[in-house]
């Protein structure tokens, strides 16, 4: 490491912002590798501030001229932006840059994308724009000019006039400046219109590049439905005349939420049947919905600082989730939403990465935007709301909108917000924020003279710089079935707050079956010896359908971990169930294609890394391919006919209706494929008509080996299309067999539409080969060496999404000596880089400790 280790900061060291704004001018002139910025803004010391030092944040600007109350001075350029005398009484600083645009290849500040001028200014973009105090306690009212030959010039908030060659732009509502855009380009909208609550008529505008236009109707129904909804629920209504969405190809996350004018990446927006899949839908329409509401949970009530940025995203994720949970199915959201968090926030919450959903110390803030502050944040609001009730979150939600609108708030008022309106007192679970890891909660039951007893012990596993955890205050949404089946006991909350604590249920003729962790109440690890047989018997009876499809999962897991350490599995008994499952036309589709599904090789990973043996990638893969081909014999007489069933017939639309039945159709070709070598994956292929049925049938003739020629059709047929040829790429190397799996790697890098630079491009295909755990763990230790390679590679170009990839070397620790050895040789390979940021720095000194 040849530069200094990075420094952290604190939460502990927050003080108030010198200076106040009370109104912010830019004019920017554009230019790809000249604009200039000038900037007029109206400082005011502020009366609650500790200091009175003026600096602004300042990063790669070239400072032409600078003046205060129109003298000109020559500030102190330090670190990190600038100093200068101010006087001690409201003034005006004017300040000129000069910056370049198309030299921005980190995608952060102005950048261009295909010819098109853009800003990502979260968290930290807007000191690469001019010199401010880039922190979101400072709001101000933007007022913007933009000069250029654009076609279309945009900014935040309403339109005020526009010309030949320029545009200006007021938003009245104060923002902290990382939600500032602008968007300039040759681009066309999509124009449609929503009537608030209150009447007022407001302009939508989606913007896309020419030839686009085809796939923008989805997204603006999404929005419509969203504005619709956070009236309904929340009462939330929008508060500007226009409200604008632009898609851009290269950018580093899924979309941002600056006001009136949300950026997306094209992959979050763009949709149409030939191109996108179910799963694109439903994503693009959780996104959508995520940035809107973020117009209130986010930017009317902002953050103080980023150690408070679950206060906005916890928050916006759940309302996001509540949104599609009744979009669609709610049941079958939820499946997706726990999965997800298992997948990515427990395996973070697990392993050296693992951090407090409100954090003490950061060195990159952008290292932070991370599942436990996004997905667990919003688990922590959920059981809030179990734990007060629906009326009493409700009430909860007014009160903070009522006492914190215009303001950056903390964590601490959220939870006393809720204190407030409900009497309640949240002390301990203040912990969840504060308190990383996931805790353990052991059940064990006793049953003597009618009274049936759980008792639960729960327990955290240290994480790095916390190695004493305390008890947590945890809802445990708990009922009870009889033998026969019947729901004895209906769901009912135990409040844990013990480290132990019992509960007991009386009047009970029989010995019930337990369903614990109903809706998955708390992000917790449930640790529950049982039997197959009550597996299979919640499986059939559990009137939660969210347990009913745990029971599933966990028989499913009990047979795979059997099957790797070579030990009785209880293979008949899930045979039989899932058979039954499959069989019962109560169930829809969508849920009966989740319960078909298996544990990822990554989770099993993790549940033999934590039951004390150690994981080897390639028995996992094993396991699972011998447990699907059991699954496609017993099941082989069954297949014909339910596929036949989930036909559509209907022309294609993109409802959960529609995607449940192709989902169940596509879990079951997994398995026919097992038996027919690629026949019907072929003949699907051919006469499919949208993406979803031919991407899924793509996937079996490639898991067939039989792809080469699907391969080349559907390069091209979609060449032209950036978004289906990411899917080309991920596919093949999600698909590839283990010891093939760096090769195709290896050769897709080297493919002349490998266009690295653009982050969805580079994560097609290593994000894929992060989700092939076989091929990446492959003996040879290639998988990490070109997995480092690119990292290096990418650092100096992308810091932000170099680091974030970095996470694939996380689990190192879980796996046997060698590979050990390897992947941690290949971690200080590259810290030791020349130059490496300060983000990859963080993240990979932090897996390696
Ligand atoms: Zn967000």
Redesign the pocket.
């Known amino acids: 490491m040849k530069d200094a280790a990075p420094q952290p900061i604190y939460l502990a060291d927050y003080t108030p912002p010198a200076y106040l704004i009370d109104g912010v001018e830019l004019d920017f002139q554009l230019h790809p590798t000249a604009t200039r910025v000038i900037s007029r803004i109206r400082f005011t010391p502020n009366a609650a501030a500790t200091s009175k030092d003026f600096f602004l944040h300042g990063e790669g600007l070239t400072l032409i001229r600078a003046s205060v109350d129109g003298r000109d001075i020559t500030p102190e350029l330090v670190d990190g932006g600038l100093k200068a005398d101010v006087p001690d009484a409201p003034f005006l600083w004017e300040a000129e840059v000069e910056i370049s645009p198309e030299a921005n290849t980190a995608l952060e500040g102005l950048y261009m994308s295909n010819g098109m001028y853009c800003t990502q200014c979260e968290a930290e973009g807007f000191r690469r724009i001019t010199y401010y105090p880039d922190r979101p306690d400072v709001m101000a009212p933007f007022k913007v000019r933009i000069d250029g030959d654009e076609l279309v010039m945009l900014s935040n908030g309403n339109p005020v006039a526009s010309g030949d060659g320029w545009a200006e732009w007021d938003d009245p509502w104060p923002k902290p400046a990382y939600l500032f855009a602008l968007v300039a380009g040759n681009l066309v909208a999509r124009d449609d219109s929503f009537t608030t609550m209150s009447g007022k008529e407001v302009d939508l505008k989606l913007w896309v590049r020419p030839g686009d236009e085809g796939k923008t109707a989805f997204g603006m129904q999404a929005l419509k439905d969203s504005m619709k909804w956070d009236e309904e629920v929340y009462g939330r209504e929008y508060d500007l005349d226009i409200f604008q969405i632009v898609a851009v190809s290269d950018f580093n996350m899924g979309a941002m ?1 600056n006001k009136g004018l949300n950026i997306f990446n094209t992959s979050a927006v763009l949709a149409s049947p030939e191109t996108s899949t179910d799963a694109n839908f439903e994503r693009i329409e959780a996104i959508i919905a ?2 809107y509401f ?1 117009n209130w949970t ?1 930017n009317r009530i902002t953050c103080r600082d980023w150690f408070q940025l679950s206060l ?2 916890g928050l ?2 759940f309302r996001d989730q509540q949104f599609s949970g009744d979009m669609r199915s709610e049941a079958v959201c939820r499946i997706n939403d726990v999965s997800a968090l298992r997948g990515r926030q427990f395996r973070e919450d697990n392993g050296p990465l693992a951090h407090q959903v409100q954090p003490d110390s950061f060195v990159e803030i952008n290292n932070f935007y991370t599942a436990t502050i996004y997905e667990k944040g919003a688990e922590l609001i959920r059981m809030m709301k179990v734990l007060v009730g629906d009326d009493a979150y409700d009430k909860a939600l007014e009160l903070y909108f009522e006492r914190h609108d215009g303001e950056a708030a903390t964590i601490e008022d959220w939870v006393k917000v809720f204190e407030d309106s409900t009497g309640r007192d949240l002390t301990q679970f203040r912990r969840w924020y504060k308190q990383a890891g996931t805790p353990r909660v052991a059940v064990s039951e006793d049953w003597t003279d009618g009274t049936y007893t759980l008792t639960f012990k729960q327990s955290t596993p240290p994480t790095p710089g916390q190695d004493e955890k305390l008890p947590q205050h945890i809802p445990l949404a708990v009922g009870l079935l009889g033998p026969n089946g019947d729901e004895v006991q209906p769901t009912q909350i135990l409040e844990m707050t013990e480290a132990e604590q019992s509960f007991t249920f009386e009047g009970l003729a029989a010995k019930p079956v337990p369903s614990i962790l109903r809706h998955f109440s708390a992000p917790v690890i449930l640790e529950r010896d049982s039997t197959a047989q009550e597996r299979a018997f919640l499986l059939a009876h559990d009137t939660d359908p969210f347990n009913k499809w745990e029971a599933g999962r966990t028989l499913a897991k009990d047979v795979l971990v059997a099957l790797i350490t070579e030990e009785d599995a209880p293979l008949d008994d899930y045979l039989n169930a899932i058979a039954v499952m499959l069989r019962d036309d109560s169930l829809d589709p969508a849920f009966r294609a989740l319960t078909l599904g298996l544990p990822s090789q990554d989770d099993l990973a993790q549940t033999l890394f934590d039951a004390g043996v150690t994981p080897d990638p390639m028995k996992i893969y094993r396991a699972q391919q011998t447990l699907w081909q059991a699954m496609a014999e017993h099941l082989q007489d069954l297949l014909p006919r339910l596929m036949a069933e989930m036909e559509v017939t209907e022309p294609f639309q993109p409802n959960a209706e529609q995607a449940g039945k192709r989902a169940l159709g596509l879990g079951l070709m997994n398995l026919l494929n097992r038996l027919d070598g690629g026949a019907a994956a072929q003949t699907l292929y051919d006469r499919a008509d949208n993406m979803t049925l031919r991407l899924g049938a793509l996937g079996y003739l490639l898991q067939a080996q039989k792809g080469d020629t699907a391969l080349s059709a559907f390069r091209r047929q979609f060449e032209d299309d950036e978004l289906v040829m990411d899917k080309w790429f991920s596919m093949q190397v999600y698909h590839a067999a283990p010891e093939d799996a760096v090769d195709v790697t290896d050769k897709l890098t080297k493919d002349t539409a490998f266009n690295w630079k653009n982050p969805n491009r580079f994560r097609a295909v290593f994000g894929a080969l992060m989700t092939n755990p076989a091929g990446f763990h492959n003996a040879s230790g290639d998988g990490y060496k070109l997995f480092a390679d690119w990292l290096i590679k990418l650092d100096p170009v992308n810091p932000q999404i170099a680091a974030r990839m970095s996470s694939a070397f996380e689990t190192w620790r879980r796996y046997d000596v060698d590979r050990q050895a390897m992947m941690k040789a290949q971690i200080e390979r590259v810290l030791a880089t020349e130059g490496l940021s300060r983000d990859s720095q963080e993240m990979l000194g932090r897996i390696l400790n």
Do not use: Q, Y
Request: aromatic share 0%.
């Open positions: 939420e995520h940035e973020h986010g906005k995203e916006t994720v």
